[in-house]
């Protein structure tokens, strides 16, 4: 079920109806009411891989508790592995056979030996990724002895299968979202009345810019060799604003739909065009699975608390892992890859990174800050050629060809100027309320001005929203 | 929590309104005409006495507008239908699906009406076009003319890419759309019945509302066009293997034209044949529509005339790039027209010089 489809339009009041008549006297009976529309939710998808997510629970609630109890390290660790098993074990089969059995094969035939095909013909599970990542988070603060396990295995499961977050985050850390599974809710309609407001920003830019850029960005991928490379740098840039606005805005809505439950779901973008480097990038942009990869990958491999050398290869081995979360493919390995070394020189001369948001000044640290944030968009859009390619070929062709062929030609370039306005224009809305958690954050205007602002927004949706109802590009990881 | 839901409920229905006042002055939505099925011919017209005059719009921003008007016999044409009797010019008349229905251009640039110029006015012309009609449909169109003492000198019908395949049904197969042509195993061949769509009453309130007529009929299109809206609207693809090699096909042709004559025997028969205007745009290079050698086997064997619209259609796109349909639709703009029109005059010009 599409947050923007006819469908979700219908169940979200239903289970907004329940949820809220349930009463905030009854915890479990609102909690109840969670967990069958979040399985319903993912049911809608396809009903057979619910049996994942209930596994995934039923193994990392009875680990929770079993480590929480255990008091030899050994028998804690063990426990630790099992549930690690079990999450990467599902992650393994479904995401990552076929493609580790590729490589090897690809692998293999270097040295003149050809293995036989044995691919797995099995659909990935719609946010397998997301989940998986999420209990796993669960299991470790216990074992790290930085949360107690859950008693109650009605709010647990309600915290695994959440709907709004489910299929693509944000990923929650356990001491944040489940202790709100824990105490009563109470209706507040500020919560609410932003709740709606985040959600309509983030159909705005889902429907409206994403889904429409997603076109452009099609011909600009699949014909790269008949265009030139205006077309082609054009053509990049307007899919990294497809890819922020689309999966942003699934965040907003996320977060706005949790909000309507009374429920506070962690940011996930935080202006991440706006940043001066790649450092600062990564500090806004899909917060959630950094600071998972931070916490859980990074750290306890030594951080920055290590010889260069290591420290380096750190980040790159986080960074190529966070590629490989993002698809089977090298392409996403490459693209990992890619963002780790636009890091090092940040880490290496150990700068602050500063909030060009946070800064007065004059103009020629105005002119500064919007060169830097032009280098930050312009590595992360040559980054994200790799990361929107088919293969590693097309990749390289499609650089090549942007590098090589003549910017101008007989191409004709409206759609891209057009988009590239668009896009353009996005961002300096952003700009504008970049103090803001997200643009439609304007509870301080008056009545009026809020309701002509909704109005324009729903206006915009009915005439420019695409209607083809396109997966959010995140859906396939 | 219910000031919450009232300031909700408010606000919904004042967007609504305003949607209402937008989806009227700002962006018209459509306004398209009321069928009516007539019983006795088994055909679906308009109904002038609800609504006779409209502006049909297409696309998101309508970047497509153009009045319309219903005639007294409920066909999308600003003159009314008189019989025989009354009439002293040669006549000319076309059949049709959505294109000949015209509703997507102007009423002076239907094909029938830049024909009528182009023949310096020295023939009536007359359009019944009716979305979605078929092969099955033109032999209910020519009973009813026949029936209403209209007789053409020349009828023309438009063929275009799809309307064999859906207009001809397998014996076996449950008829997908009313009035196709059946043709049974041992050859013989029927029409299959006519199916009225009984008016709903909801649906007639729903069409009062300006927003509900964008919502579904100009926002079932993307707004920026291109490829996917194309592909969206692009007619039926035609099965080209079937086609030549399935003699059911021209079985089901030879049995309209057979029909046809039956009802108006002394009218010439001309079938305009679309282009595979699909074609061009994929750079292949033109050939007709699978369709057009069917029609051309069976006129030739049965005296009547087929004018093809490749040549016409292609050159103009070759020369100029200019496209023939609409950006965000797959129907003729009003250069297909136009050229379709040309094409039409000078193969029926003599036919209509020999008319009493």
């Known amino acids: ?228 490379g205006v077309a082609l740098a054009l053509g990049a840039f307007a899919f990294s604003i497809q890819l922020y606005c689309d999966f942003s805005g699934y965040s907003d809505m996320a977060i706005g739909t949790a909000k309507l439950l009374g429920i506070r779901l962690s940011r996930n973008f935080a202006y991440p065009y706006f940043a001066t480097s790649m450092r600062a990038f990564w500090r806004r942009w899909h917060i959630s699975l950094s600071t998972w990869f931070r916490d859980y990958v990074y750290i306890p491999l030594g951080g920055v608390r290590v010889t260069t050398a290591r420290a380096i290869t750190n980040v790159l081995v986080v960074f190529m892992v966070s590629g490989l979360w993002h698809g089977a493919s090298w392409n996403f390995v490459i693209w990992g890859f890619l963002n780790g070394v636009y890091t090092l020189p940040a880490l290496l001369k150990d700068r602050t990174v500063a909030n060009a948001a946070d800064r007065s000044g004059s103009f020629t640290r105005v002119a500064i800050d919007a060169a830097r944030m032009t280098r930050t968009v312009a590595l992360w859009t040559f980054s994200l050629i790799f990361f929107r390619a088919d293969t590693l070929a097309a990749s390289f062709g499609y650089i090549k060809h942007m590098v090589t062929t003549p910017w101008l030609s007989t191409v004709d370039h409206h759609d891209y100027v057009v988009m590239t306005c668009v896009g353009l224009g996005l961002l300096a809305v952003e700009w504008l309320n970049r103090s803001r958690p997200h643009a439609l954050s304007i509870a301080h205007l008056s009545g009026w001005m809020r309701w002509s602002l909704y109005t324009l927004c729903c206006l915009v949706i009915l005439v420019f929203g695409a209607v083809d109802g396109r997966d959010f590009v995140y859906f396939q990881f | 929590m219910k000031h919450f839901i009232l300031r909700l409920s408010l606000f919904v229905l004042l967007l609504s309104i305003g949607a209402e006042v937008f989806f009227r002055v700002i962006i018209p939505a459509r306004e398209a005409p009321i069928a009516v099925f007539q019983t006795e011919f088994g055909l679906e017209t308009y109904d002038p006495s609800q609504q006779a005059d409209g502006v049909f719009t297409s696309g998101r921003r309508a970047q497509q507008r153009s009045a319309w008007h219903i005639n007294a016999q409920g066909w999308n044409q600003r003159t009314d239908f008189v019989a025989d009797t009354k009439r002293q010019k040669p006549l000319a008349v076309m059949l049709g699906d959505s294109y000949v229905e015209g509703f997507y251009i102007s009423p002076d640039a239907h094909v029938m009406q830049v024909l009528k110029r182009q023949l310096d006015h020295q023939v009536d012309v007359y359009q019944l076009g009716k979305s979605g009609s078929g092969l099955g449909h033109f032999i209910r169109m020519s009973k009813y003319l026949a029936a209403k003492q209209i007789t053409p000198t020349v009828l023309t019908m438009l063929i275009n890419r799809g309307d064999f395949l859906s207009s001809v049904a397998r014996p076996n197969q449950k008829a997908m759309r009313d009035s196709q042509i059946v043709v049974k195993d041992d050859g013989s061949t029927e029409l299959s019945p006519p199916k009225s769509k009984p008016a709903v009453t909801w649906r007639r309130w729903l069409r009062k509302s300006a927003l509900a007529r964008y919502l579904i009929w100009n926002a079932n299109l993307n707004p920026f066009g291109g490829t996917a809206d194309m592909a969206a609207n692009r007619g039926r693809p035609s099965a080209a293997p079937n086609l030549r090699s399935d003699p059911r096909y021209a079985q089901a042709f030879s049995y309209m034209v057979a029909a046809i004559k039956t009802h108006l025997p002394t009218t010439k028969l001309v079938f305009l044949v679309d282009a595979d205007r699909e074609g061009f745009t994929m750079n292949q290079s033109p050939t007709p529509l699978p369709a057009s050698a069917i029609i051309s086997q069976v006129c030739a064997r049965m005296g009547c005339q087929q004018v093809d619209l490749t040549t016409p259609f292609y050159t103009h796109w070759q020369t100029t790039g200019a496209p023939l349909n609409f950006d965000h639709d797959y129907h003729w703009n009003e250069t297909a027209y136009r050229l379709a029109a040309t094409a039409l005059a000078k193969a029926i010009r003599p036919l209509l010089v020999t008319a009493p």
Not at chain 1, 18 to 43: C, D, E, I, K, P
Not at chain 1, 55 to 64: C, E, I, Y
Not at chain 1, 86 to 106: E, H, P, Q
Not at chain 1, 145 to 150: K, V
């Open chain 1, 1 to 228: 079920m599409l947050f923007n489809s006819l469908s979700f339009a219908l169940f979200l009041p239903v289970v907004f109806g329940l949820y809220w008549a349930a009463g905030t006297h009854r915890l479990r009976l609102q909690n109840l009411v969670v967990l069958v529309a979040s399985y319903a939710f993912y049911g809608f998808w396809d009903a057979r891989f619910l049996s994942l997510i209930i596994l995934s629970s039923l193994v990392d609630f009875w680990v929770g508790k079993a480590i929480h109890r255990a008091n030899h390290t050994t028998q804690r660790k063990r426990l630790l592995w099992l549930s690690c098993l079990t999450n990467l074990g599902m992650l393994g089969i479904f995401k990552y056979f076929n493609f580790f059995v590729d490589s090897a094969r690809d692998a293999l035939s270097l040295i003149g030996y050809t293995a036989p095909p044995m691919a797995l013909e099995i659909i990935l599970p719609v946010g397998i990724s997301f989940y998986t990542f999420q209990t796993l988070s669960y299991t470790i603060d216990i074992y790290r002895r930085q949360l107690s396990p859950e008693e109650d295995p009605l709010a647990f499961f309600a915290f695994v299968s959440f709907f709004p977050q489910l299929v693509a985050g944000p990923i929650e850390r356990a001491r944040d979202l489940l202790p709100q599974f824990t105490k009563p809710r109470q209706f507040d309609p500020q919560l609410a009345s932003e709740g709606l407001r985040q959600m309509l920003f983030g159909l705005v830019k889902k429907v409206v810019i994403a889904d429409n850029l997603a076109i452009l960005v099609e011909t600009s991928f699949n014909e790269y060799a008949q265009l030139d």
